[in-house]
């Protein structure tokens, strides 16, 4: 039962009610924050000019796949851009070399949109946005990605991501939008799928018309699969393109209900958030979260850890929380309640940073796979916030506890 001290505290910081309840457990003293560092992929490594748009699912039997598009000339997001991955078996400390996946085979013509807007070099494959699932039912690692921006690929491994089966095509499954939006361009995530408690696997994606910009206007909604990635559905669109929407990530809620967090470019400089039932279909109205700025860029979005069925659950959420458009100041922030409130956070990285996805271990350690960049190296310069891709470990007594400067 649970001590009336810790009943009175449910509205204390996470950090004094989690030390509260370890004291009644029996525990005498709450771990020590711990934080760690490691960079995965660094630009002009390997003959790649940039590597960015991480994204990393911890396996069901606990291995780490850290994953991100090696660009191989510049920075761009068309140019001859290759995925890549790496393993760890021992929770993010040791990695085995990089090695590409994905688009292995024949290449493939250049999306008539890179043309037209002179995006990339003519004779440029450009593959990108990565994402995996973990299907925790199967133990089979799900893995898309998409070439040219216009064509999308599924593989799988069997083998806790040791190895790959062939890419099977499944663009099919974003014509199934084209009687309701006539894309030019698609992309799958980035970051990662979800699975749903009752086994459906979700991918957000966005599609564009491409009228305005290559990938602009767009559209957010998800594809999903109900039988371990055999086959793919298109959902109905989440958010219009009078929103501004891109990117997003899905998450779970207590209730079952799936949550998309939208990148977007509304003066509001705020998030978006949509809801449904079966990460599907009868989405929200679209709403802005006004806890969470929007700097125009991709967030990362995972529970922490698994509560039990139908209570809120505990969401980690990150993204650069520069209070402008600027990248810098990766935040890691916490809820408690289904994303309603975000009443922990910290800074990771307070300088140039980027994109993030985030993962979380069986112990409860939280893995942040994001781009940090560095400051302008020359007066008048603008600062960059790519250049590495980086992977910290941390527990929530780092991410609760208060940094140097008194601040969370």
Known sequence: MESPICRRS???PFHARLACLLLISGVASVAAPQLE???LFVAGERGFALYRIPGIVVTAKGSVLAYCEARKNSGADWGEIE????????????WAPPHQIGHLGPRLPRNPVALAKKSGGISDQTVNNPVAIADAQSGIVHFLYCVEYMRCFYLRSDDDGATWSKPVEITATFDQFRPEYDWKVIATGPGHGIQLRNGR????VWLSTSRTSPHGPAVSSTIYSDDHGRTWHRGEI???EELGPSEAAAVELGDGRVMLNVRNHSPTGRRLSVFSRDGATGWSAPQFHEPLTEPVCMAGLARWPAREADKPVRILFSNPASGTRERR???VRLSE????TWPVSRSLEPGPSAYSDLAVLRDGTILCFYERGREALKPGAKPSPYGTL???RFNHEWLAARDESGRR
């Open 37 to 39: 560092r490691s960079d």
């Open 238 to 240: 989440a958010v219009p």
């Open 329 to 331: 100041n990766l935040t």
């Open 390 to 392: 980086t992977l910290a």
């Open 337 to 340: 309640d289904d994303g309603r």
């Open 201 to 204: 696997l979700i991918v957000p």
């Open 83 to 94: 995925v890549h991955l790496r393993r760890s078996t021992d929770g993010g400390r040791k």
């Open 10 to 12: 449910v509205t204390a």
